[in-house]
């Protein structure tokens, strides 16, 4: 069978988050940044340890970047790499049954992360360069790609030209990525035509939605929580975005919704789900060092879930809330999705925990 062989950064995945995290992280601008990120990016996907990459991309920032930074700094960047867009999600439905497998050139701790995350499920098989010491365009890597793959009749999407050069020179087809809707009509007929609609949830891609099923409705345990974010400050919405990225792919494996909401350092955390599995998630945050005081504040059987779709919704003062963030009414709340009376009022007792 044919397999659609994809890029990943610039194509399934996007660096824009990636570079707006790093930039904050590191008090630079993103284009600043984005300058300094990309020339040592080479020797990385080749390879190079975290900290000599780092240490280059400080120099060329004019930044000293100790070995503290650059864990920090590669937690940030896997974690954000490995998040896969919602369109991307739909496009890999859209894809239907085709044979699909991953070809990129990423550094080894952003192949392990993604071969790890639940959406790295739709993939056949998958080549890192850090992983093969090979890199694209590089004509051996399309060689040890289809010793992986075990075919040679690829069809290939990547954003660099000459990645797709090399491909064709390899013997693949292989086309520039200029969006989902255009290579699915590249690849044509049926595909094409699924572009555009709800992702069809398919039992094989249920892992992969963001959002947890309610299922089915009926009772579900639910435990609430506060604590203190202990993160410095300089590094908190970096820290908070790690931890919802994880939040949000881990959880919607074990089928836990819920809701994080984080007013200055107070921390309210809503999780809903089976019981053994929300006891023993809880069990792992309670001795995560990020925060403390961590005190239980209700638990309990309840009627059903009440952040069904949200494996975990952020409800933060910074970032970008997902539901409405009352704690100063109306701010942000026209472009996010409506709460629902359940979801409202269970948040306002929640607001109230924080204030207190
Ligand atoms: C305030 C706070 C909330 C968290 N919420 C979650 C969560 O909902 N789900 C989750 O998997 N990890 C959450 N974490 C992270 C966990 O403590 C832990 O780092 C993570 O579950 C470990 O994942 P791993 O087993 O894949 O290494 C949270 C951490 C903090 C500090």
Redesign the pocket.
């Known amino acids: 069978m044919r397999t659609v062989v994809l890029d990943l950064g610039g194509v399934l995945l996007s660096s824009t988050a990636v570079l707006d995290a790093l930039a904050a992280r590191l008090g630079v601008g993103t284009a600043e940044l984005e300058r300094a990120y990309f020339p040592p990016r080479e020797g990385y996907d080749l390879g190079d340890p975290d900290e000599a990459y780092w240490a280059a991309v400080g120099t060329a920032l004019g930044i000293v970047v100790t070995p503290d930074d650059a864990r920090e700094l590669t937690a940030i960047d896997v974690a954000k790499w490995a998040e896969l867009p919602v369109e991307s999600l739909a496009f890999l439905d859209a894809l239907g049954d085709r044979r699909c497998a991953v070809l990129s050139n990423a550094p080894a701790g952003l192949a392990a992360t993604v071969r790890t995350a639940p959406w790295s499920r739709r993939f056949a098989a998958m080549v890192f360069s850090a992983e093969v010491g090979l890199v694209k365009p590089g004509a051996a890597i399309f060689a040890e790609a289809d010793r992986v793959f075990g075919t040679h009749d690829c069809v290939f999407f990547d954003d660099k030209p000459a990645n797709v050069e090399a491909a064709r020179a390899h013997g693949w087809e292989a086309h520039v990525w200029a969006g989902p809707e255009a290579a699915l009509g590249v690849l044509g007929e049926d595909a094409g035509l699924r572009w555009g609609r709800e992702p069809r949830v398919r039992s094989e891609l249920e892992v992969l939605r963001v959002t947890v099923e309610p299922d089915p409705p009926g009772p579900v345990f639910r435990l609430v929580y506060r ?1 203190r ?1 202990r993160v410095s400050a300089r590094n908190s919405r970096a820290e908070l975005g790690a ?1 919802y990225s ?2 949000r792919s ?2 919607a494996g074990l089928g ?1 919704s ?1 809701a ?1 909401l984080v007013w200055n350092e107070s ?1 309210v ?1 809503v ?1 809903e789900g089976e019981e053994a599995t929300v006891r023993e ?1 809880y069990a ?2 309670h001795d ?1 060092p ?2 403390d005081g961590v005190l239980v504040i209700s638990e309990g059987t309840v009627a059903g879930r009440v952040f069904g779709r949200w494996a ?1 919704a952020a409800v933060a003062d910074e970032g970008v809330p997902d539901l409405a963030l009352l704690l100063t009414p109306g701010s942000g709340a026209a472009s996010r999705p409506p709460t629902t009376p359940e979801q409202d009022e269970l948040l306002d007792e929640l607001r109230e925990v924080l204030r207190s």
Do not use: C, E, F, P
Request: glycine share 4%.
């Open positions: 604590s974010l931890i994880k939040a881990k959880n836990v819920g994080l921390v955390q999780l998630l792992t945050i995560d990020r925060h975990m």
